[in-house]
Each structure stands twice: as structure tokens, then as C-alpha cells.
């Protein structure tokens, strides 16, 4: 497909999806949130996809709302209703997504830019790259389940100082309290998000599904989380993923996964 607001690139197992205004830097507009929809659809349905990258064009990988169309307000009440849902579907969507994404953060992540970021199994930044949520700071409010993630990642108390505040960090700060997974050399940035992505990309697709969805879901007690964990094993060993992989360790090789 083509796209308007974003770019759609494969490269083997890892699929990317580029934000594509970098004039309004990745700023998000209403067809932006749809473009992300129907890529990830893209993606799900791509049996050769194992994981996927988020990540911006220029030097921002989202600065939330796009103001200036905000503040044309040439919008109807209903409009607005349904960019606001748009956004916390775009959210939702990654979060419960079946396969892996990670967010590179590249430069700039505010407000939705933060949120998509966070809705993500990873976020790998550049060093210099900054995240934030600046929503309350101009009198709005987080969305995209921001205060269910954003405690279990960083704590109850960060997660109130980063919202409350609005302050902003940088990547070597966001991994040193648990928002990131790493923070790489501006440099070598995109070669080592590529390698990381093809690092979770190389593992079997139904145990990454099954893995991720069990922590995902925050509310499950000890007790349901047995029955869950003991279901996906059950069903992993039906697979011939799970023959290969028994296969590789007794020879003493790495596995070659199919998703089958």
C-alpha cells in the first residue's frame, strides 16, 4: 500500500513503519493515526514480519499534536471525538499487537509521540533523544493508558514526576530508570536498532506471542498466571518451531524458526 503520513519498509524479518512529516516534525494529524492502523494490519498479516519498528523521519519521532490544526478550528465536536478515540486506538493497537514492535525513538517523542512509544514492547533511543509528556503543562491530559504503563515501567512516583512536571529526558537518563531498553551512540543509531530488532525477530513467533501477551496483562493473580503460562506452553509444543528448537539445542546449533 501506499501511504500519505508514513513510510512502509521491509528488510528480512523486520518491518518499519517510518512517521513521515518531518516538515511539522511527525507532528500527528488524523490521517497519520490511520496510515499507523492500516501498516500495522500490514504487518499482522505478513506471515514474514516478525517484528516491527516505529520510528520518525528528520530529527523527531513524534511531538504529539499537530497544534497548528488544533488551533484552525475548522473541526466539529464529532470530529474531535473521533481523532481523541483515533489516538487511543493507534495505542491500543501496539500494546496488544501480536508480534514485537519497538519504538526507536530517533529525536523528540511528546505527548502522543511518548504514548505510542510506551504502548510498545521496547523503546531504544539515541542518546540525545528526548521523551516527555508535556499534555498537563498546556492543560490537557495523557491518554493511550499512559497511567496503567507508564507506573509499571518507571514506578508510581517517577511516573507522577514525569506527567506532573512534564519534564523532558534523554536517553541515557530513560533507560538509567527503566523507560528505555537501551539508548545507542547517535551515530550507529538505525544499524543498531536493525540489529536488535532482527535479535527479537530470530525467535520463535508463537513464544514471543504468548510471552508478551502474559506480561502485558497486569491483572491476572499468581494463580490464573500458572493456567496461562502452562496453556502457551502446551501450545507451543505443538508446533514445529518448538521440535526445531529441541533440535537445535541437542545439535548444538541455533534454531531456524518458521512460525509454524
Not at 509499571?152 to 523532558?168: D, F, N, P, Y
Request: proline content about 3%; glycine content about 8%; aromatic content about 8%.
Amino acid at each position: 500500500m501506499t501511504y500519505e503520513t508514513i513510510i512502509y519498509s521491509k528488510s528480512g524479518p523486520t518491518a518499519e513503519i517510518r512517521f513521515n512529516r518531518p516538515h511539522r516534525l511527525n507532528a500527528v494529524v488524523s490521517k497519520f493515526y490511520s496510515d499507523i492502523l492500516s501498516a500495522l494490519t500490514e504487518a499482522e498479516q505478513d506471515r514474514d514480519v516478525r517484528t516491527v519498528v516505529l520510528t520518525g523521519e528528520g530529527r523527531a519521532f513524534c511531538v504529539g499534536a499537530d497544534m497548528k490544526e488544533h488551533g484552525s478550528g475548522t473541526r466539529t465536536e464529532l470530529e474531535k471525538r473521533e481523532y481523541l478515540q483515533r489516538s487511543n486506538d493507534v495505542c491500543e493497537r501496539i500494546y496488544k499487537f501480536p508480534k514485537p514492535i519497538i519504538a526507536a525513538v530517533n529525536g523528540f517523542a511528546l505527548g502522543a509521540g511518548a504514548e505510542m512509544s510506551c504502548s510498545a514492547d521496547f523503546i531504544v533511543m539515541k542518546q540525545s533523544a528526548q521523551i516527555g509528556f508535556p499534555e498537563i503543562s498546556i492543560g490537557t491530559h495523557v491518554g493511550g493508558g499512559i497511567t496503567e504503563i507508564l507506573p509499571r515501567l518507571v514506578g508510581l512516583a517517577k511516573a507522577k514526576e514525569l506527567i506532573m512536571t512534564g519534564c523532558r529526558i534523554d536517553g541515557t537518563e530513560a533507560v538509567r530508570i527503566g523507560l528505555a531498553t537501551r539508548a545507542f551512540s547517535d551515530n550507529t543509531f538505525e544499524t543498531e536498532v536493525a540489529e536488535f530488532a532482527r535479535e527479537i525477530g530470530s525467535k520463535a513467533p508463537y513464544s514471543l506471542r504468548f510471552a508478551k501477551e502474559n506480561l502485558n496483562d497486569a491483572h491476572r493473580n499468581y494463580d490464573a498466571r500458572l493456567i496461562t503460562e502452562l496453556d502457551a506452553l502446551r501450545t507451543c509444543m505443538l508446533t514445529e518451531d518448538w521440535q526445531e528448537g529441541v533440535n537445535a539445542f541437542a545439535e548444538k546449533r541455533s534454531p531456524v524458526f518458521t512460525g509454524k
